[in-house]
Structure formats: C-alpha cells, structure tokens
C-alpha cells in the first residue's frame, strides 16, 4: 500500500452568529438570532454577533493552532464571504480562505477577477467553494428561479468560463446560460485557486468529475461516504480526472469521553420539540439531497427522542441537524477518540477536513491543543512547523 498523504484541516467562520448553544444564532434556517428566546436571562449562552473583531480572533485562533485554511459560508443570514475573508487577510499571515459563493449571483469573469486580486493580495491565500443552491426561497431572493438540474447545467458553464477566464488568453464561450467574448483577466492568478464543490444529487456529481478539484460532502456514518467516494471516483475517471475529498464535521472534543458527551448534551439544553419540528419543517422544505440525507440521520431520535438514537456510528452524533441546516454531525469524544474517527476517514480516502465548533472560537483551540497533535503524531495531519 502506497504512503497516505497528509490531509488538510480547516476551520469555520460563523459569519451568521456564535454562542455556546445551538439554539443562540443559525446557519442555514433563518434569521441571525433565531432561536434567541429558548435562552434564559442569567445563563453564559448569549448571541454573539460576527463583528470583525470577533471573526478576526477566530481567524488568529485557527492560523495559531496550526488549520491550513477557514471556510467562510455564504447566505442570506451570513455576512458575505468575499468582504468579510478580504478583511480578514491583514488579520492573518498565512492561513486560506475557503469562500463560498453562488454561482448564479456573479458573472464568471466578474468572479475570475476578483479571485485573481484576491489571489494577488492575499500572496496566494483563497481557495473557492462552489454552492450550487439548494433552496428555492433562498435563490428566488436573488431573483433566480432555475429548477434544480437547471442550476448545476448553469454551474457547469460558470466553472468553464472561470478556469477559461484564467487562462492567459481570451476566452470564448456560449452556451445556455452564458454567452461571452475575450474573458479574461489582467494577469492569472497564482496559484490558480483550487476549487471545492459538493452536491449529492445524481446533477452533481458530472459537474465535480468535470470541473472541481475537491470533491465535499457532509459528515455521514463511513458506509455511506465511502459509496459516495467510490461513485464519485468512477465519475471523475470516466472524465480522464481524478478528485480530492474532503468532509465537513462539527467536533466536540475534551480530554475524557464524559466530559465531551456532556458538552454535547449541553448544546442541546432546553430542547423545544415545538422548535425542533420548526426547524426541520423548513429544512424538510429544501430541494437540496444533501439536507435530506441529514435530516435522515436523526430520524429515529425524532421518533423515539431517546437520545441514544442520535450517535448513529461510534463517536459520530447527529445532534447538531435538530437545529441547523446544512452540516448536521458532530465527531463527539475524548482527543483520542476523535483523532481515531478522522483517521477512519482518511482511510477512505478523505484528504481534507472541514471542522466547526460551538462557540468557534474556545473550540478551535479544543480542536487545535488536544486532536491536532495526535493526528500529527501519526502522520495523518502536517507537522506544525510545516502548517505556519
């Protein structure tokens, strides 16, 4: 067996909100403070809005822990990720940022200019992520009203008229929904920023084997992410391509299993089985496959409300999707038992991981003291010195 890489680790920036309770703020249902009035007056959990000053001590939190780069989401309820990351490069010296987009918002060559400036400014530190969209509220906000398969045949154009944008020389297309003449951009941005994309749809996966170069899915239990590895492999292989990939995880970590398990039990203090079917009646609404194969992972606790229900494989805890769209699980567990479920992944060939914790800002030092340096000790994540 040939030697494993070593995978990339990235951080969150919770342009939509933070707090220590998944019922202060959201990502990906509604509103900044949604959920604010679940929390008593005299508690620690308070809505922490996404100030600059506050995202900046995240941001230098992840870069001193050693993470290679930090997503920033995109969305209504979200600060937008351009302005916000753009900030952010004079906060840092060396961290990423993975800024995520809608295709359909932006032209291409609009877009391949700015990531060329960004490129420039930042000495080579952007890296994009591709969201086609998946809620149709969401996108008729922004006047787009395509079905579903019309905006990943849209997301396919865009990407060729961005990598062609990049290219040196002018560039033409035309197609369904772009039609342009000498894209380009002033000088190609270097390194040209590796593109990210994630899509669980049978739509998606021919726009990644073709255009991204990693591949991301939400965290699943192994038995499924490892189908969706091996489908998107013979994909990319039939397009004479090969995909990075990469995996999306909350984590809840501490030095013994109790104590992680009882910081994740904590996020969901208070519980309103009345907020909870709120929630999963708009995220129920969504057209986007990858929603409801979250939703599906917790379907039995919403059936029994047993709490066993929502560990779904070994340290792996659905949780977080009561509450929240997109990203629904959690790793849960002491530093060793998380660094022994990112291993399991990396073995299915995940190369890149995506973590996230409530509040952002302790838990990345959570993450950055106690899982980091066991998966450096293994092999499985960079030496520091070589990460910053």
């Known amino acids: 067996m040939s030697k494993r890489s070593t995978a990339a680790f990235h951080w969150f920036l919770p342009t939509a909100s933070d707090g220590r309770s998944l019922t202060v703020g959201t990502h990906g249902t509604h509103g900044s403070a949604a959920g604010s009035e679940h929390v008593p007056e005299g508690g620690a959990d308070r809505f922490r809005a996404p100030s600059m000053s506050y995202l900046g001590q995240i941001a230098r939190a992840a870069e001193h822990q050693g993470f290679d780069g930090i997503l920033t989401p995109t969305g209504t309820w979200c600060e937008d990720a351009w302005l916000v990351t753009a900030a952010l490069v004079r ?9 995520a987009f809608r295709p359909g918002f932006i032209s291409p060559t609009l877009t391949a200019q700015m990531a060329a400036t960004f490129q420039r400014l930042s000495h080579g530190r952007l890296l994009l992520n591709v969201v086609t969209g998946g809620e149709r509220d969401e996108q008729a906000r922004f006047g787009d009203h395509l079905s579903k398969e019309e905006r990943y045949a849209r997301t396919a154009e865009f990407l060729t008229v961005l990598r062609g944008s990049w290219s040196g020389e002018p560039f033409d297309f035309s197609g369904a929904y772009y039609d342009v003449r000498g894209a380009t951009v002033a000088a190609p941005p270097d390194p040209v920023p590796r593109v990210y994309f994630g899509g ?28 969706k590895i091996g489908r998107m492999r013979k994909l990319a292989a039939e397009e004479g391509r090969t995909l990075r990939f990469g995996i999306r995880f909350h984590v809840v970590t501490r030095d013994t299993p109790a104590e992680a398990w009882a910081a994740a039990e904590r996020l969901l203090d208070r519980l309103d089985p009345a907020h909870v079917a709120q929630v999963q009646n708009v995220l129920g609404a969504s057209e986007s496959t990858g929603q409801a194969r979250m939703r599906a992972l917790h379907e039995d606790f919403r059936g029994s409300w047993a709490r066993r229900d929502l560990e779904i494989h070994p340290n792996l805890w659905a949780g977080v999707g009561l509450l929240r769209g997109g990203a629904g699980t959690a790793l849960v567990g002491s530093h060793e038992e998380v660094a022994d479920r990112i291993e399991e992944y990396a073995d299915l060939g995940i190369e890149e991981f ?11 030092y959570w993450v950055g003291e106690g899982v980091l340096p066991l998966l450096r000790h293994r092999g499985i994540a960079a030496p520091l010195a070589a990460a910053g």
């Open 354 to 364: 995506i973590l996230s914790g409530f509040p952002h800002l302790e838990e990345a």
């Open 91 to 99: 906060e840092t010296t060396r961290l990423k940022f993975l800024v």
């Open 200 to 227: 669980s749809s049978e739509a998606a996966g021919p726009v990644a084997a073709r255009h991204v170069d990693t591949y991301l899915t939400w965290g699943e239990p192994p038995a499924l992410v490892a189908e």
